[in-house]
T-cell receptor
Framework: GIQVEQSPPDLILQEGANSTLRCNFS?????LQWFHQNPWGQLINLFY???GTKQNGRLSATTVATERYSLLYISSSQTTDSGVYFC????????????FGSGTRLLVRP | GAVVSQHPSRVICKSGTSVKIECRSL??????MFWYRQFPKQSLMLMAT?????????EQGVEKDKFLINHASLTLSTLTVTSAHPEDSSFYIC???????????FGQGTRLTVV
């Protein structure tokens, strides 16, 4: 099955810093989403981005499907950005299931 | 975005009993829903695909007799953990999407503790 790798596994930032999270996947995809998991476990949808670039406030994401990677940019980080960021992809097998990467654990210090 | 609601959010049960978790799509119909499991500090692992009106499809290594899935309507899927044991303690979370080519939304999750 499709493999999803995220890097870095852990990231510590000072408030106000910028960061880039990476997601590599092993096969062609028809779905790619970025999520933020809050301390209560809720998955917050950040981006649905199987290809191209999107921006939402301080966050933006880019997926280069032909090269099988996606990037999540966080600018001017805030303490509330802390948590785990997951990338999840859906393959072309028409099952529509999402396979998750191992996540990036982000801590933003004041 | 679309809303997926999961209930209960937290449950504690005794070893050997069964627990039912509900997943509802509140503002759309979902012929397919997905159940995931997450252990502490780990990623989400897909357990099964719930199909309305037909049998669920389980991922390799998931015991279908322990994790019973019923998708009786276009807005409701249930996961029953049968004869629960402490090792079944985990965070269970469901997912659905309005159409199969749009983003997936997740329920709030259910934290199961078996004592």
């Amino acid at each position: 099955g499709i493999q999803v790798e995220q890097s870095p596994p852990d990231l510590i930032l000072q408030e106000g810093a910028n960061s880039t999270l990476r997601c590599n996947f092993s096969d062609s995809v028809n779905n790619l989403q970025w999520f933020h998991q809050n301390p209560w476990g809720q998955l917050i949808n950040l981006f649905y981005i199987p290809s191209g670039t999107k921006q939402n406030g301080r966050l933006s994401a880019t997926t280069v499907a032909t090269e099988r990677y996606s990037l999540l940019y966080i600018s001017s980080s805030q303490t509330t950005d802390s948590g785990v960021y997951f990338c999840a992809v859906g393959g072309l097998d028409s099952s529509y299931k999402l396979i998750f990467g191992s996540g990036t654990r982000l801590l933003v210090r004041p | 975005g679309a809303v997926v609601s999961q209930h209960p959010s937290r449950v504690i049960c005794k070893s050997g009993t069964s627990v039912k978790i509900e997943c509802r799509s509140l503002d759309f119909q979902a012929t397919t829903m997905f159940w995931y499991r997450q252990f502490p500090k780990q990623s989400l692992m897909l357990m099964a695909t719930s199909n309305e009106g037909s049998k669920a499809t389980y991922e390799q290594g998931v015991e279908k007799d322990k994790f019973l899935i019923n998708h009786a309507s276009l807005t409701l899927s249930t996961l029953t953990v049968t004869s629960a044991h402490p090792e079944d303690s985990s965070f269970y979370i469901c997912s659905a999407r309005p159409t199969l080519d749009t983003e997936a939304f997740f329920g709030q999750g259910t934290r199961l503790t078996v004592v």
